[in-house]
């Protein structure tokens, strides 16, 4: 059968090693190791100069969503018109709503659910097409999904380890890292931090709506000092990397739900223990000798004492055996071979 495949993104961000987002992350990810193995990769994603990807691009890169209904339609029409002239052996759909349109493609379509179930609008996964299968990043959410038909089992995401070097002897500093929203509460990491007599690092971006705009001026810039509580706006990959090489943890202080993100498994890779709210649910991913899960602020700020029990290779080790990028393609590997052999059995009936 074909080696060609279709990763398809979301159409607005684009898929780069250094995206922000770890569904972008995870399909860079994917695209690289599934290369390696042989497969010919097409991504559907949105133009970006150092994507360096087979790429079938989607309309141009923006943070807006204005319009974002019309970009959608315009890039599942771009990938309908390449399944009909491409043979791919599967779709790969990371894009959270392409699986809808499933029955105008040839063949299976593989949806990975990345995020949590809450998040998905209401009615998506009603009357799906027969020819939609599912995949889960984690056992916590599928459990959540224990109802919707032809869900195959779960593959967690994954990261390449040597990009995430362990470094040498650590800073002071804890690190909160992420785009700033109140969702992610970075005021509840000061408190934490604060409260552990701890200096904090908030390192990301700064791309606000009118109502984040109003978290970072109420909640979180009254508290930068550039001394016990600093703001870096993120620069390059490297950069990022060397901050969680050098902090004592990472802090995740974010209420709700995070099934995306890859940043505990980057910290952990560099060495860095992972402090998280149980909120987060991030247990799954943050094993207790890479971290600790916390009810709140107070547990996060006698975590902080804790770290210094942890071994850096502890925490580089369970990315290894349960998250790397090798672990990630076999699982996603595992799917396709076991629907291409459904594909044959139904070749054979007909």
Request: overall charge neutral.
């Amino acid at each position: 059968m074909s080696k060609r495949l279709l990763l398809v993104a979301y159409p607005l961000l684009p898929v780069v090693g250094t995206s922000v987002g770890g569904t972008e992350q995870a399909v860079w990810t994917l695209e690289r190791e599934l290369a390696s193995r042989g497969w010919k990769i097409e991504v559907a994603a949105c133009p970006y100069p150092s994507a360096n990807l087979a790429l079938l691009a989607a309309r141009e890169s923006t943070a807006l969503l204005d319009g974002f209904e019309e970009r959608r339609m315009a890039h599942v029409e771009r990938v309908v018109s390449a399944c009909a002239e491409r043979d791919f052996a599967m779709v790969l759909d990371h894009s959270g709503s392409f699986f809808r349109f499933a029955d105008r493609v040839r063949g299976h379509v593989l949806a990975t659910l990345h995020l949590p179930r809450g998040m998905y609008p209401a009615g998506v996964f009603d009357g799906l097409p027969g020819n939609v299968y599912f995949a889960c990043v984690s056992d916590r959410q599928r459990s959540t999904f224990m109802d919707l038909p032809q869900v195959l089992g779960v593959v967690r995401n994954g990261i390449r380890l040597e990009r995430y070097p362990i470094g040498g002897r650590k800073s002071d500093y804890v690190l909160w890292l992420e785009n700033i929203c109140a969702e992610k509460a970075p005021h509840l990491a000061i408190a934490a931090a604060t409260q552990a007599g701890l200096p904090i690092v908030l390192a990301g971006h700064l791309d606000l709506s009118a109502r984040q705009k109003r978290y970072w001026e109420s909640k979180v810039k009254p508290r930068i000092d550039g001394q016990q509580v600093r703001w870096l706006e993120l620069g390059s990959f490297a950069e990022k990397v060397k901050l969680m090489q050098d902090a004592r943890a990472l802090l995740v202080s974010s209420v709700e739900a995070e099934t995306t993100t890859l940043l505990p498994l980057e910290s952990m890779a560099c060495g860095t223990p992972v402090i998280a709210f149980e909120s987060s649910e991030l247990g799954e991913m943050v094993p207790k000798e890479t971290g600790f899960m916390v009810r709140g602020v107070e547990e996060m700020a006698e975590a902080c004492g804790k770290v210094s029990e942890l071994r850096a290779q502890g925490c580089r080790e369970w990315v290894r055996k349960e998250h790397s990028a090798r672990s990630m393609a076999d699982g996603y590997e595992a799917m396709i071979a076991d629907l291409q052999e459904q594909q044959r059995m139904e070749k054979r009936r007909r």
